[in-house]
Protein backbone atom coordinates (compact mmCIF):
# COMPACT_ATOMS: atom_id res chain seq x y z
CA UNK A 1 0.00 0.00 0.00
CA UNK A 2 1.21 3.24 -0.99
CA UNK A 3 1.08 6.59 0.34
CA UNK A 4 -0.78 9.37 -1.04
CA UNK A 5 1.09 12.21 -0.56
CA UNK A 6 0.46 15.55 -2.18
CA UNK A 7 3.93 17.44 -3.75
CA UNK A 8 4.49 20.80 -4.73
CA UNK A 9 3.80 19.94 -8.20
CA UNK A 10 0.17 18.78 -7.62
CA UNK A 11 -1.15 21.68 -6.16
CA UNK A 12 -2.26 24.57 -8.57
CA UNK A 13 0.35 27.58 -6.81
CA UNK A 14 0.01 29.62 -10.35
CA UNK A 15 0.32 33.30 -9.41
CA UNK A 16 -0.19 33.07 -5.21
CA UNK A 17 1.95 33.55 -2.51
CA UNK A 18 3.51 30.88 -0.98
CA UNK A 19 5.19 30.85 2.44
CA UNK A 20 8.16 28.40 2.04
CA UNK A 21 9.81 26.84 5.47
CA UNK A 22 13.65 26.37 4.07
CA UNK A 23 16.59 25.13 6.47
CA UNK A 24 18.90 27.75 5.70
CA UNK A 25 21.39 26.99 8.82
CA UNK A 26 24.15 27.09 7.09
CA UNK A 27 27.61 27.08 8.71
CA UNK A 28 29.44 30.53 9.28
CA UNK A 29 32.92 31.41 9.33
CA UNK A 30 34.60 33.64 12.26
CA UNK A 31 33.78 36.99 10.03
CA UNK A 32 30.47 35.73 9.55
CA UNK A 33 30.75 34.43 5.58
CA UNK A 34 28.98 31.23 4.90
CA UNK A 35 31.47 28.95 4.76
CA UNK A 36 28.87 26.34 2.58
CA UNK A 37 25.86 27.20 1.25
CA UNK A 38 24.73 23.62 0.14
CA UNK A 39 21.13 23.96 2.08
CA UNK A 40 20.57 26.97 -0.06
CA UNK A 41 21.59 25.42 -3.47
CA UNK A 42 19.46 22.63 -2.10
CA UNK A 43 16.62 25.04 -1.91
CA UNK A 44 17.19 26.38 -5.81
CA UNK A 45 14.76 23.80 -7.67
CA UNK A 46 11.99 24.28 -5.69
CA UNK A 47 12.04 28.32 -5.83
CA UNK A 48 12.51 28.54 -9.20
CA UNK A 49 9.55 25.63 -9.60
CA UNK A 50 7.79 28.51 -7.92
CA UNK A 51 9.38 31.38 -9.85
CA UNK A 52 8.17 30.12 -12.79
CA UNK A 53 4.49 29.87 -11.85
CA UNK A 54 4.65 33.42 -10.79
CA UNK A 55 4.38 32.85 -7.19
CA UNK A 56 5.29 35.64 -4.72
CA UNK A 57 7.74 33.64 -2.37
CA UNK A 58 8.11 34.13 1.28
CA UNK A 59 11.12 32.13 2.63
CA UNK A 60 11.03 31.72 6.45
CA UNK A 61 13.95 29.91 8.47
CA UNK A 62 16.58 30.41 11.28
CA UNK A 63 20.31 30.53 12.06
CA UNK A 64 21.23 28.94 15.27
CA UNK A 65 19.79 28.95 18.18
CA UNK A 66 19.90 32.23 19.99
CA UNK A 67 18.65 32.85 23.45
CA UNK A 68 16.79 36.82 21.88
CA UNK A 69 18.13 38.63 18.96
CA UNK A 70 21.37 38.00 18.29
CA UNK A 71 23.09 40.09 14.88
CA UNK A 72 25.68 37.68 14.41
CA UNK A 73 22.87 35.01 13.11
CA UNK A 74 21.41 37.49 10.84
CA UNK A 75 19.59 35.58 7.87
CA UNK A 76 21.08 38.67 5.69
CA UNK A 77 23.85 36.99 3.84
CA UNK A 78 21.97 33.97 3.51
CA UNK A 79 19.36 36.54 1.45
CA UNK A 80 21.96 37.94 -0.35
CA UNK A 81 23.55 34.35 -1.33
CA UNK A 82 20.44 33.29 -2.14
CA UNK A 83 19.81 36.45 -4.55
CA UNK A 84 23.69 35.84 -6.25
CA UNK A 85 22.48 31.87 -6.52
CA UNK A 86 19.55 32.79 -7.78
CA UNK A 87 20.46 36.02 -10.38
CA UNK A 88 17.31 37.82 -8.80
CA UNK A 89 16.69 40.66 -6.25
CA UNK A 90 16.12 38.55 -2.58
CA UNK A 91 14.58 40.93 0.02
CA UNK A 92 15.41 40.85 3.39
CA UNK A 93 13.62 41.42 6.26
CA UNK A 94 14.47 41.26 10.08
CA UNK A 95 10.91 41.11 11.22
CA UNK A 96 8.00 37.91 11.19
CA UNK A 97 5.21 39.81 11.65
CA UNK A 98 3.67 43.29 11.71
CA UNK A 99 3.23 46.07 8.82
CA UNK A 100 7.00 45.76 7.65
CA UNK A 101 6.18 41.82 7.01
CA UNK A 102 2.77 43.00 5.00
CA UNK A 103 4.61 45.78 3.41
CA UNK A 104 7.71 43.52 1.77
CA UNK A 105 4.92 41.00 0.53
CA UNK A 106 2.54 43.91 -1.08
CA UNK A 107 5.78 44.92 -3.07
CA UNK A 108 6.65 41.75 -4.00
CA UNK A 109 6.96 41.33 -8.11
CA UNK A 110 5.11 38.76 -9.85
CA UNK A 111 7.74 37.00 -12.48
CA UNK A 112 5.99 35.77 -15.22
Do not use: W
Amino acid sequence: MGINKLTIKDIPLENNVVLLRADYNVPLLENGDISDDYRIQASLPTLNYLLDRGCKVVIISHLGRPEGVDSKLSLEPIAQRLAKLLKKDVRFVDKTVGDKVRQAVNDLQLTV
